[in-house]
């Protein structure tokens, strides 16, 4: 991973343009980022001639490369979709069939068609895919965009003992067991937030790791999700302090 300081790289790119790029980048299109002019670039391998020369020269510290999507990607985000998305089983089959197919792809976007309002649902769920694959690359690779904000309003609220008593039980079940560090399992006081927001990129989890850390001075949180709503879960051993508990029903 390049450029670990503390120092972020801001970089003057359309967020939706990263997108599409992100979202176009396979074994024939190669996107990079040029990191002096804010500018994306593409190799598109049937179109240009010396492509190997053209990549060796973008082989340096200036041009980021974005990584490529292979077919077995594009397939599982399909499959996950279809789980998620497609609660009819004979409509599920037949998508499912789809993807075995040799045109899987092509075959799978055409069965789609059909669907008018799955389709719709598809186009989102991808974008919101690539979007947070995105966010996250751009976590791990310390790149700021200039003037867009991509963190999302986050609101944790801790709730009273009251309030948990009237939680499902699958959650007020849920309790710290032992401490991970010296094996303790008794005195651990249940702590439990809710959040207005999934932990879906690596900006929101270190936003809510900030919010934690500032409001309610815990260092170390878990999750729990409950379908529509999120909530997270923390606790501290009485005996050595750890908050690095085990949680279980
Ligand atoms: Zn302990």
Same mark, same amino acid.
């Given at each position: ?9 801001k970089l003057n790119i359309d967020f939706e343009k990263l997108v599409e790029a992100f979202e ?7 996107f990079?980022i040029?990191?002096?002019t804010s500018k994306i670039?593409?190799?598109?391998? =049937? =179109? ?18 974005i ?15 279809? $789980? ?7 409509? =599920? ?33 991808? $974008?919101?895919?690539?979007k947070?694959?995105v966010i996250?690359?751009l976590?791990?690779?310390?790149i700021e965009l200039e003037n867009q904000n991509l ?11 009251? *309030? ?40 929101? *989890? ?10 309610? !001075?815990?260092?170390?949180? !878990? !999750? ?9 879960? =923390? ?5 050595? !302090? ?6 279980? $029903?």
């Amino acid at each position: 991973m390049r450029n670990m300081g503390v120092e972020k790289m801001k970089l003057n790119i359309d967020f939706e343009k990263l997108v599409e790029a992100f979202e176009e980048s396979d074994i024939t299109n190669h996107f990079f980022i040029d990191t002096q002019t804010s500018k994306i670039l593409c190799i598109n391998e =049937a =179109a240009e001639v010396q492509v190997r020369k053209k990549l060796n020269q973008l082989n340096n510290d200036r041009y980021f490369p974005i990584p490529s999507r292979n077919k077995e990607e594009h397939l599982f985000l399909r499959e996950l979709f279809i $789980y998620q998305h497609i609660h009819d089983e004979s409509i =599920a089959e037949k998508f499912h069939q789809t993807l075995e197919r040799k045109k899987s792809i092509k075959d799978f976007n055409e069965l789609l068609q059909n669907h008018p309002n799955l389709n719709e649902q598809w186009f989102t769920y991808e $974008y919101d895919h690539i979007k947070n694959e995105v966010i996250t690359w751009l976590c791990e690779h310390n790149i700021e965009l200039e003037n867009q904000n991509l963190t999302p309003t986050i609101l944790i609220k801790e709730l009273t003992s009251e *309030e948990i008593q009237h939680m499902p039980d699958e959650i007020k079940d849920f309790k710290p067991y032992a401490c991970l560090r010296c094996h303790n399992k008794k005195g651990m006081k249940t702590r439990i937030f809710s959040i207005n927001i999934s932990p879906e990129n690596k900006l929101i *989890e270190q936003e809510t790791q900030r919010i934690m850390k500032e409001q309610f !001075g815990i260092t170390h949180h !878990g !999750g729990w999700s409950g379908g529509a709503q999120e909530f997270l879960t =923390a606790s501290r051993c009485m005996q050595c !302090g750890s908050e690095e508990i085990f949680w279980d $029903y």
